[in-house]
């Protein structure tokens, strides 16, 4: 963990530490927002289910410009998806549609939950929206505010496996071929631990853990 902590540290010194705490300071603007513009985060998130994150963001810039996401139908919506090109467009319409039953609540249900117990709200988004698992959940909370749950993907469990921190099981492939890992949810959690450890040891939340390992993977900063 060592060697992970002290590379976490000079990215900390460089250019990078002030995009990733502008796109904290988003995340922060997003918190304050109506609960129409919480669940556009959540179109987001599903959007990158087993899908290049990039891409699913300009895919999602774009129907937010077309009013699409609360307002399409599953159809209409399906179309732009393929227009975009969203490998799986049929089934993220399908879901994003059935899922604009909490547009105007989610917010609501969020911070009434996590007022009960921290995590709350994630398994509640698990249970009650298709196409999110834990790492979507987590990544939607981050995404609205909240700092203190780990989004684990390949990209975050690559850098853990290169640094000695977990060892991985290849599951299928994901978008463009690539190998995806599917982690249960006690797997999951145990990952989760361990990244809460190293966020501990470097000065950091987990939402901002998860940006500096991003980086170190990808070369980029995105939402």
């Not at 077309?66 to 799986?88: I, P, S």
């Not at 993220?92 to 609501?108: G, P, Q, V």
């Amino acid at each position: 963990m060592r060697e992970l902590v002290t590379k976490i540290n000079e990215l900390k010194r460089s250019d990078v530490a002030k995009t990733i705490e502008q796109r904290l300071e988003e995340f922060k603007k997003v918190y304050e927002a109506d609960s129409s513009r919480w669940f556009e985060e959540l179109c987001f998130c599903i959007l990158t289910a087993n899908f290049n994150a990039s891409r699913a963001l300009r895919i999602w810039e774009s129907l937010r410009h077309e009013n699409a996401l609360l307002n399409a139908d599953e159809d209409k919506l399906a179309a732009l998806l393929k227009r975009g090109g969203h490998r799986f467009y049929r089934k993220r319409a399908e879901f994003i549609a059935e899922a604009r039953r909490f547009a105007d609540s989610i917010k609501e249900i969020i911070l009434r939950l996590e007022a009960e117990w921290s995590g709350a709200s994630r398994e509640w988004l698990v249970k009650n929206v298709r196409g999110v698992g834990y790492k979507e959940a987590s990544h939607f909370l981050r995404n609205v505010g909240f700092t203190d749950f780990a989004i684990i993907d390949r990209h975050i469990l690559s850098v853990l496996q290169e640094y000695g921190l977990v060892q991985l099981k290849s599951g299928g492939r994901g978008d463009g071929g690539k190998k995806s890992v599917t982690l249960t949810r006690r797997r999951y959690l145990e990952v989760e631990g361990v990244l809460r450890d190293v966020a501990k040891a470097a000065g950091l939340t987990l939402a901002a853990l998860d940006l500096y390992l991003w980086y170190m993977r990808t070369g980029k900063v995105v939402k």
